[in-house]
């Protein structure tokens, strides 16, 4: 059967598209270069003559900055875009899973989020998801929007995490943020979940992420770096310092603090999920053994 990935250059989508093709779907993944997301009319010819029974959408404006900067590309692209593909999934019967963000949240008061917690995006990257969100619920309600977060796991692709290491490796000064809360989210589960949920019977918004209690980049980036002395990757743990959101000049976008997601509402499907420190030991593991490996 087909399946049509959009975003397949990305962070997600290459890991998307690796799995798809292994558990034995024919993954068509136009570039940029070959269907423009902003232009609509291509988007709709695209899934049209698909013959894809399951379109797919990692595709996104995923920069903050980038939207901040160009928030018609991003309006287009992280809004129009989904919305027009849920419609032509309407026409053609396909599946039709989107990928969202925490970001969507409002990010004002601790602790974890479901997904019927109040939304109110802080930025432009926010607002464009969050319109995607409900052009898409409205355009098909039999469609998928998983929020994810801080989506790491793709050494091709470093996040946060993986930056961190390889600084580590280098011996260069660390430096995290030590006071802004959300979750890590394994591109390989991303992947997985996608690939278990096309044909299940549900339908609606759904969080994507690791498991446990609100972490911060410090957190997190803490437990890769002790997971790589553990593995003897790394001699010591070297030292980090802590920053505060609001020392972070080199963001120009506002972030929210609180966006770390209960995924409880997934697990309840019968989908398992990793802890976050499982998470990050095993993104850690994959980052460190690809450097090992070059
Ligand atoms: N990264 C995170 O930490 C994070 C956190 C929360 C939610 N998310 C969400 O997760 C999803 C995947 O994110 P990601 O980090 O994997 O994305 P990414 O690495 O930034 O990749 C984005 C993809 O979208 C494609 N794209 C962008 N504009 C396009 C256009 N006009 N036409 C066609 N393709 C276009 C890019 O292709 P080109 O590179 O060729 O332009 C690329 O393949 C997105 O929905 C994002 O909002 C990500």
């Not at 999934?89 to 969202?100: E, I, K, M, P």
């Not at 995924?263 to 398992?272: D, K, P």
């Amino acid at each position: 059967m087909k399946l049509l990935l959009f975003g397949g250059s990305g962070r997600t989508g290459q890991v998307m598209q690796r799995a798809a093709t292994a558990a034995g779907w024919q993954v068509c993944a136009p570039s940029h270069g070959e269907c423009d997301l902003a232009d609509a009319q291509a988007l709709t010819a695209t899934v049209l003559n698909s013959g894809a029974a399951a379109v797919v959408n990692c595709a996104a404006v995923s920069g903050l900055e980038a939207c901040l900067d160009d928030p018609l590309t991003a309006h287009l692209v992280n809004a129009v875009a989904p919305a027009t593909m849920a419609l032509a999934c309407r026409h053609t019967g396909a599946r039709f899973v989107h990928l969202s963000t925490d970001y969507v949240l409002e990010g004002v008061k601790a602790g974890l989020k479901n997904e019927s917690t109040k939304c109110k995006p802080a930025n432009v990257y926010g607002l464009s998801k969050r319109e995607g969100e409900q052009q898409v619920a409205e355009a098909l309600a039999a469609a998928l929007v998983l929020r994810v977060s801080w989506v790491c796991g793709n050494p091709a692709k470093p996040s946060f995490v993986e930056a961190t290491l390889g600084k580590a490796l280098s011996g260069a000064p660390l430096a995290a943020i030590a006071d802004k809360y959300s979750l890590p989210t394994d591109a390989a589960d991303i992947a997985r979940v996608v690939l278990e949920l096309l044909p299940k019977p549900v339908s609606g918004v759904f969080h994507l992420c690791s498991g446990g209690e609100p972490l911060s980049w410090y957190d997190c980036a803490l437990i890769a770096l002790q997971h790589a002395v553990a593995i003897g990757a790394l001699p010591v743990l070297p030292p980090m310092e802590r920053q505060l959101l609001a020392q972070a000049t080199f963001f120009r976008e506002v972030r929210p603090r609180h966006t770390a997601m209960s995924n409880e509402r997934l697990c309840s499907l019968g989908i398992s999920m990793p802890s976050a420190t499982l998470t990050l030991q095993r993104v850690a593991g994959r980052y460190l053994a690809s450097r090992l490996n070059k």
